[in-house]
């Protein structure tokens, strides 16, 4: 069994920032990639930012691009997600997700193309 689990979320005023980690535990696996996705109120869920393992490509929305960092530690098997200049409409569940290595083709803002995903951590940005 695989699990990943988030933390660091929580509320912040406008223009702040925030670190979320995201540990994997459990059964060894290796991961080509790891996401964060995140999901507002009445909203679908929509990727955030990607890193893939190995190489550290990383991959963003357009709308958080130049605000947050993705970055990974191999040996932690853990994946972060620093927030700055954090606006209201950033206000979202986050959750991340792992994409398994040798299955498929990695789409990393795809959701459905990862096979774990956390419980996700409350990110509350006040105006």
């Known amino acids: 069994q695989v699990q990943l689990v988030e933390s660091g979320g929580g509320t912040v005023q406008a223009g702040g920032s925030l670190r979320l980690s995201c540990v994997a535990s459990g059964r060894t696996v290796s991961w080509f990639g790891m996401g964060w996705f995140r999901q507002a109120p009445k909203k679908e869920r929509e990727f955030v930012a990607a890193i893939t393992w190995t190489r550290g490509s990383t991959y963003y929305e357009d709308s958080v691009e130049g605000r947050f960092t993705i970055s990974r530690d191999n040996a932690k098997n853990t994946v972060y997600l620093h927030m700055d200049s954090l606006k209201p409409e950033d206000t979202a569940v986050y959750y991340c997700?792992?994409?398994?290595?040798?299955?498929?083709?990695?789409?990393?803002?795809?959701?459905?193309?990862?096979?774990?995903w956390g419980q996700g951590t409350q990110v509350t940005v006040s105006s």
């Open positions: 997700a792992s994409h398994l290595d040798r299955v498929g083709t990695y789409y990393p803002d795809k959701a459905y193309d990862y096979h774990y």
